[in-house]
């Protein structure tokens, strides 16, 4: 079962889903970072992480609306990541070569960390996880 925004029961992190009509496009968004810039991972100085199986989950969650359970065998693709930290410069290339968009662009929501939300807006939120109060929801972020 779903746990509400606030309540005690469970951490509270399903209650401020983003709904169930999104679907990554991390393919689409390769695919046109090589053919707009012409360049390959090597050249972004990205490493190659190949492939496996793992075991992922657990067989006694503390919240096990969390959905980590049971403990099973996970089998992940291949994927190229970046060695460096990307610079923001970087992201916004690759944005605009992309059209990627950020999920806060998509939602018009994003986390925030409690110490930098305004007091003045941060009386207006009434919503929050349970398990980490200090990540607020804030509209147009």
Not at 69 to 74: K, L, N, T
Request: one cysteine or more.
């Amino acid at each position: 079962t779903e746990s509400s925004p606030g309540s005690t029961e469970g951490c509270g992190c399903s209650g401020l889903g983003r709904g169930d009509t999104v679907k990554e496009a991390a393919s689409v968004v390769t695919e046109n970072l090589q053919e707009s810039t012409g360049e390959s991972a090597a050249a972004h100085k990205m490493a190659f992480i190949e492939g496996g199986t793992f075991r992922m989950g657990n067989n006694k969650p503390t919240y096990p609306q969390d959905g980590e359970q049971p403990e099973r065998m996970v089998k992940v693709s291949s994927f190229y990541i970046d060695t460096y930290e990307v610079s923001n410069a970087q992201f916004k290339e690759f944005v605009d070569a992309t059209g990627f968009k950020t999920d806060s662009e998509k939602y018009n929501w994003s986390f925030v960390f409690e110490g930098l939300v305004p007091p003045e807006l941060n009386k207006k939120i009434t919503k929050s996880v349970a398990a980490v109060p200090w990540w607020l929801p804030v509209n147009g972020a």
